[in-house]
């Protein structure tokens, strides 16, 4: 009988809590939990197509001020329940919705929300064999078979490394700023590494490392459209954000060659003593999808014998698709790679990803304790930079024999060549012009109608700069208007356009992931866009 | 009709895991799934008892070592759930036994994992507004009240801060160790901010930092029982982690203050330059679950202006028990604390947090992207070490809900009381020595027979050094084979005692957070040491 008196915390009712259920009455209870999430929130999706409820931030955050913790419980699962699924996800966002077409967060196989489910039934902690055993031996396997998908070394360089409890070939973290931190922490000690009396500068510090290798900066190379946690890499690192020294792009939105060459030059010149710790090239920038000449990084940095990072946390996976992995070429170049789960991996957030060419690089950042991670032993945490961790990797591994490569090859496909196909139809449209065309799945766009692009054309710096003025406050308003109708949603950045004066100018992003979202639905965003934009006219 | 021919990736099936279940069969085959995920866990666990399988890690390994992708399908979903259930969980770590006491990962309320589901099914990225909406603003709001937790600032301060978009209470981020990590981060850059000229240790980094501090080195003060993150984070901020101060601890394992008194006195008057960047105060060792004296080191921090971080990754959640929060007094001096959700808030795997008193402190650390993050939007991503991260905040908020503080102070004090019920029984055996009394829930001891305890009183350094090492090769081999028995997991580590010549010893670890775990369980695994000890014995 359910009582419908005040809730009180009392002991038998906790422990049903923590009890495996094994008669039918408490395992009918557990399923029709797990209906009322799923049917709850499919129910609710299929009445509200929409991204999310028109209602403002100010407005919400109102309701949520309350900072009290109840001392007793304020409401019962199911109850907790049909508030998330009637009062959260409403205004939440539908990332899920075909219509949201502006971020690298996406619909996702309902199988990884069950395989999710499975890792925290689970509940295991990969920093140390203890309370994972064969866990942490499947997330070496499947660290390894995606070393493999990007490096393809011979079978007998798997062999002995998959399950070498001496050698790393990655590892997973919480996510790509932190995999792209693990691998500038890993490219500055091996820099910076011991030698003549000198212990390295993770244990010495920046301070005894630049006098040892008599060093007055370190830098690491990027090009403008490099993720920001480059930035913040640097500043923990103890090298100074300032140190990440921005590379130009050419007209194709990748990393100038010319100017990287230029960079070393002047670098190796300067009065300034510096170190290069690493080069990072690019697969998939977060803003225009564009993928920097990897090739070509990689030979300059053998050459000059800099540790090359490639951040493909959103392209990686592009490598499954035999149709467009030639986009990566030169990715085996690099000593270390980022790739995200979360993103192209279509696996739920939370998954960051990072690969080294060489399986001992990781040596430099090994830490022990005497109750875990002795030396030795199989134990993940050794080397790695977060601790405690769920598995992941069954996840990924699932999904992966779920799906097969050809499997993602489909869902990456569809969002390049659609997106190569929205492109054709934004320089279609008069309204519209293409900002940055699509490489992978990424491409951005503007409101600019045709008789002023014509205009811009003709114009003088100053004229361009005003023109450009007014269209950013044009794009900034049918951006916002369009996201606050909450039908479908595009991102907005900010882009300096090569041979345009240098000037930042406002366009639409566009990410295309979701194997759902078709030409019909991308024509009813710009149709809308258009809509939005003819009304702010007429104002 | 299933088909059994060799599976192949094609779009249809691709499209239905996207879709939406709306039709009656489509839902009972979700739920299908959960029930095979749920009941096949437990009948599972039904039958085995124990903590995992009798096999060891080499022969596992072998299994795991197919390192290619498969081109097509492997196995359907079905499939896979049944080899994670038969194949994988027997031979992952059950960390759900009531006899697995080893380490601080434990059984979870079932309600833990729906909430899970929830949160990947929402699949919200709370790194931005634009892909969690109200989301962040409910983890703004149970960020608010943990801080109200810790330091009981008035209504008005929460009132001011609770929705403030300018001001950050904390943050959620995987685990202990990058939450210590972010609390490092912040305290170095409050010590070296910008002054006259200098930007800041974020932008120019440790060498120039350095300089416009005449300083020579900077230092982070933990006792011995710090845990090993510690030791990690001095080596990536730039410090070395030389510079990881160790301070002794006191007969009952807390941080001496004398000897913390005497190496402030001993850096101030170094002929080496030298700037404590912090004090650590740990609420709950990993070791020893022992409580450094907060106050007291609070009270020196604040005389000499030093930033106090508290590890309160275990301890944190006692402050919901009346009966025991008066442990942790002294915790509201701290600038910064660190809780881990996924120990004593009884969460799934991966999710740490960090608080701070001074809500402007994280300023030292923003970040901005032209995408997201813009200078005034309420992204939470602007201001934490991670980017994309999923929506923990959910599951934290429900279960509090849930919950209450008094049912988390049930399952706390259960853990303390039982604890010390447990240090009784041992003193009360005569093959055992306890090592650490319980502060909290941990406890260490070894074995060490009566005979052997009174020897140990009357002998000289060397010959106490001499059974010390017998002692050690004994309690590592019972720790083992009870391991390998695998019907109850006890973890080991080594120990420093005070007073016994500065030798390590290896002790047996408990750790008991487990509500199932009773004094009837926690004798039979003393009787399972017994019994190995004797086996032993006799060899």
């Given at each position: 009988m359910e009582k419908k008196t005040k809730l009180v915390a009392d002991w038998q009712t906790l422990m049903r809590t923590f009890i495996?259920?094994?008669?039918d009455a408490s395992r009918s209870t557990l399923v029709k939990y797990m209906e009322q999430i799923f049917f709850g929130l499919h129910d609710f999706l299929k009445k509200h197509?929409?991204?999310?409820?028109?209602?403002s931030l100010k407005d919400l955050s109102k309701?949520?001020?309350?900072?009290l913790i109840s001392e007793?419980?304020?409401?019962?699962l199911a109850d907790v329940i049909t508030d998330l699924v009637e009062n959260i996800a409403p205004h939440?966002?539908?990332?899920?919705?075909?219509?949201?077409?502006?971020?690298?967060?996406s619909a996702i196989p309902f199988f990884m929300v069950h395989l999710k489910t499975i890792v925290a039934a689970l509940n295991?902690?990969?920093?140390?064999i203890e309370t994972s055993k064969v866990v942490s031996i499947l997330e070496k396997q499947v660290i390894a078979k995606i070393h493999r998908l990007i490096y393809e070394e011979d079978e007998s360089f798997y062999e002995r490394?998959?399950?070498?409890?001496?050698?790393?070939l990655g590892c997973f973290i919480e996510d790509g700023t932190l995999a792209n931190l693990t691998a500038f922490w890993i490219a500055r000690n091996s820099m910076l590494a011991p030698k003549n009396g000198f212990t390295g500068v993770e244990q010495e510090g920046i301070q005894a490392a630049y006098k040892a290798y008599q060093t007055e900066r370190c830098v690491i190379l990027v090009s403008r459209?490099?993720?920001?946690c480059v930035k913040k890499a640097g500043g923990l690192l103890g090298m100074?954000?300032?140190?990440?020294m921005i590379i130009d792009v050419d007209a194709d939105n990748r990393m100038d060659m010319d100017s990287l060459k230029k960079a070393i030059k002047d670098i190796k010149n300067s009065s300034i003593k510096t170190k290069i710790i690493a080069i990072v090239g690019i697969?998939?920038?977060?803003?225009?999808?564009t993928i920097d000449p990897l090739s070509e990084i990689g030979a300059i940095c053998a050459e000059n014998r800099i540790h090359f990072h490639i951040d493909?946390?959103?392209?990686?996976?592009?490598?499954?698709?035999e149709k467009y992995r030639?986009?990566?070429?030169?990715?085996?170049?690099?000593?270390s790679v980022t790739i995200d789960g979360h993103k192209q991996f279509y696996m739920p957030m939370g998954c960051g990803m990072v690969f080294f060419k060489?399986?001992?690089?990781?040596?430099?950042v090994s830490y022990h304790a005497n109750y875990v991670?002795?030396?030795?032993?199989?134990?993940?945490?050794?080397?790695?930079?977060?601790?405690s961790r769920e598995a992941s990797s069954i996840i990924l591994d699932s999904a992966l024999k779920i799906m097969g490569s050809k499997g993602y090859a489909l869902l990456i496909e569809h969002g390049i060549d659609i997106c190569s196909e929205f492109a054709g139809e934004i320089e279609k449209r008069p309204d519209f012009q293409l900002i940055t065309r699509p490489e992978l799945n990424i491409l951005t766009y503007r409101i600019c109608p045709f008789h002023i692009q014509s205009m811009l054309a003709q114009s003088n710096p100053e004229q361009i700069c005003s023109i450009n003025k007014k269209l950013n406050k044009i794009n900034t308003a049918v951006q916002r208007l369009q996201r606050e109708a909450g039908k479908s949603f595009v991102s907005r950045t900010k882009l300096k356009i090569s041979n345009r004066h240098g000037k930042d100018i406002v366009v639409f992003r566009c990410v295309i992931?979701?194997?759902?979202?078709n030409m019909k639905i991308l024509n009813e965003i710009l149709d809308e866009q258009e809509e939005i934009f003819r009304g702010i006219e007429e104002l």
């Amino acid at each position: 009988m359910e009582k419908k008196t005040k809730l009180v915390a009392d002991w038998q009712t906790l422990m049903r809590t923590f009890i495996n259920h094994e008669d039918d009455a408490s395992r009918s209870t557990l399923v029709k939990y797990m209906e009322q999430i799923f049917f709850g929130l499919h129910d609710f999706l299929k009445k509200h197509v929409g991204i999310t409820e028109e209602v403002s931030l100010k407005d919400l955050s109102k309701n949520f001020t309350n900072t009290l913790i109840s001392e007793n419980p304020e409401k019962k699962l199911a109850d907790v329940i049909t508030d998330l699924v009637e009062n959260i996800a409403p205004h939440a966002v539908n990332v899920t919705s075909p219509y949201f077409v502006g971020h690298m967060t996406s619909a996702i196989p309902f199988f990884m929300v069950h395989l999710k489910t499975i890792v925290a039934a689970l509940n295991q902690n990969v920093v140390k064999i203890e309370t994972s055993k064969v866990v942490s031996i499947l997330e070496k396997q499947v660290i390894a078979k995606i070393h493999r998908l990007i490096y393809e070394e011979d079978e007998s360089f798997y062999e002995r490394h998959v399950q070498n409890i001496r050698t790393t070939l990655g590892c997973f973290i919480e996510d790509g700023t932190l995999a792209n931190l693990t691998a500038f922490w890993i490219a500055r000690n091996s820099m910076l590494a011991p030698k003549n009396g000198f212990t390295g500068v993770e244990q010495e510090g920046i301070q005894a490392a630049y006098k040892a290798y008599q060093t007055e900066r370190c830098v690491i190379l990027v090009s403008r459209l490099g993720h920001y946690c480059v930035k913040k890499a640097g500043g923990l690192l103890g090298m100074g954000n300032q140190n990440i020294m921005i590379i130009d792009v050419d007209a194709d939105n990748r990393m100038d060659m010319d100017s990287l060459k230029k960079a070393i030059k002047d670098i190796k010149n300067s009065s300034i003593k510096t170190k290069i710790i690493a080069i990072v090239g690019i697969a998939g920038a977060t803003e225009t999808g564009t993928i920097d000449p990897l090739s070509e990084i990689g030979a300059i940095c053998a050459e000059n014998r800099i540790h090359f990072h490639i951040d493909a946390a959103w392209g990686g996976p592009t490598l499954m698709s035999e149709k467009y992995r030639h986009l990566l070429k030169g990715i085996k170049l690099a000593d270390s790679v980022t790739i995200d789960g979360h993103k192209q991996f279509y696996m739920p957030m939370g998954c960051g990803m990072v690969f080294f060419k060489d399986p001992s690089i990781m040596d430099s950042v090994s830490y022990h304790a005497n109750y875990v991670n002795r030396p030795g032993s199989v134990d993940l945490g050794i080397k790695s930079l977060a601790g405690s961790r769920e598995a992941s990797s069954i996840i990924l591994d699932s999904a992966l024999k779920i799906m097969g490569s050809k499997g993602y090859a489909l869902l990456i496909e569809h969002g390049i060549d659609i997106c190569s196909e929205f492109a054709g139809e934004i320089e279609k449209r008069p309204d519209f012009q293409l900002i940055t065309r699509p490489e992978l799945n990424i491409l951005t766009y503007r409101i600019c109608p045709f008789h002023i692009q014509s205009m811009l054309a003709q114009s003088n710096p100053e004229q361009i700069c005003s023109i450009n003025k007014k269209l950013n406050k044009i794009n900034t308003a049918v951006q916002r208007l369009q996201r606050e109708a909450g039908k479908s949603f595009v991102s907005r950045t900010k882009l300096k356009i090569s041979n345009r004066h240098g000037k930042d100018i406002v366009v639409f992003r566009c990410v295309i992931m979701n194997p759902m979202t078709n030409m019909k639905i991308l024509n009813e965003i710009l149709d809308e866009q258009e809509e939005i934009f003819r009304g702010i006219e007429e104002l």
